[in-house]
């Protein structure tokens, strides 16, 4: 194994740890999409300190395409992961513009549903996402984006609650990657 794949795993088994003792609850929830669930996994607590959202942009940045000219997401779970990608690609020497998708459009001003330095019509753009349950939010982020002219065929997500996120994606011509499957989150949570 390489020294790359090496630091890649490492990184990768740490934030599943984080996931596991500060993003992950079992009890009775009700989820964005409207469903309910024994099974909640919030990741604010982890995108939002320094080492997990070290880890997260490390791991996105590596899946981010040569292609991309930035990466969005739907405001408020995306914005510290678009922060902390296009930080850590400036850092590596590479350009990305951060946009964040407003879940409206802005009620002065010019009225803009994107927030962030735009790129060019026609420029590829990654959506970035938290947590995948059925996938309307980041769909929402796509629909924008695709409006505005750019061209989405990717989302990276931190994790998959495997509920029909993946197939949504897959009829709206997207490919999801996500880091985790919510049943290794629940896994290692067991394991602590």
Same mark, same amino acid.
Not at 51 to 71: K, W
Not at 81 to 108: D, F, P, T, Y
């Given at each position: 194994m390489n020294q790359l794949n090496s630091s890649s795993d490492r990184i990768k088994e740490n934030l599943l740890t984080l996931l596991a &003792? @500060?993003? *992950?609850?079992?009890?009775?929830?009700?989820?964005? #999409? +409207? =469903? @309910?669930? %024994?099974? *909640?996994? !919030?990741? @604010?607590?982890?995108?939002? %300190?320094?080492?997990?959202?070290?880890?997260? #942009? %490390?791991?996105?940045?590596? &899946?981010? !395409? $040569? #292609?991309?000219?930035?990466? /969005?997401?739907?405001?408020?779970? /995306?914005?510290?992961?678009? %922060?902390?990608?296009?930080?850590?690609?400036? &850092?590596? +020497?590479? !350009?990305?513009? +951060?946009?964040?998708?407003? =879940? $409206?459009? =802005?009620?002065?001003?010019?009225?803009?549903?994107?927030? +962030?330095?735009?790129p060019p019509k026609g420029s590829v753009i990654t959506v970035l996402e938290d947590v995948v349950t059925t996938g309307g939010s980041s769909l929402k982020a796509v629909e924008k984006l695709r409006t505005q002219g750019y061209l989405v065929n990717q989302v990276l997500a931190i994790v998959d609650r495997e509920e029909g996120g993946a197939n949504a994606m897959n009829k709206a011509d997207l490919k999801l990657d996500s880091v985790f499957f919510l049943k290794e989150i629940i896994e290692r949570a067991k394991s602590l």
């Open positions: &003792q @500060k993003a *992950y609850r079992f009890g009775d929830f009700s989820l964005a #999409s +409207g =469903k @309910k669930s %024994s099974h *909640y996994v !919030n990741c @604010k607590p982890v995108s939002l %300190s320094g080492p997990g959202l070290l880890s997260i #942009s %490390s791991l996105f940045l590596r &899946q981010i !395409n $040569e #292609s991309d000219a930035g990466v /969005a997401g739907l405001t408020l779970g /995306a914005d510290p992961l678009v %922060s902390g990608v296009v930080m850590m690609a400036a &850092q590596s +020497g590479l !350009n990305l513009c +951060g946009l964040i998708v407003r =879940k $409206e459009a =802005k009620g002065h001003g010019t009225g803009a549903w994107l927030e +962030g330095p735009l």
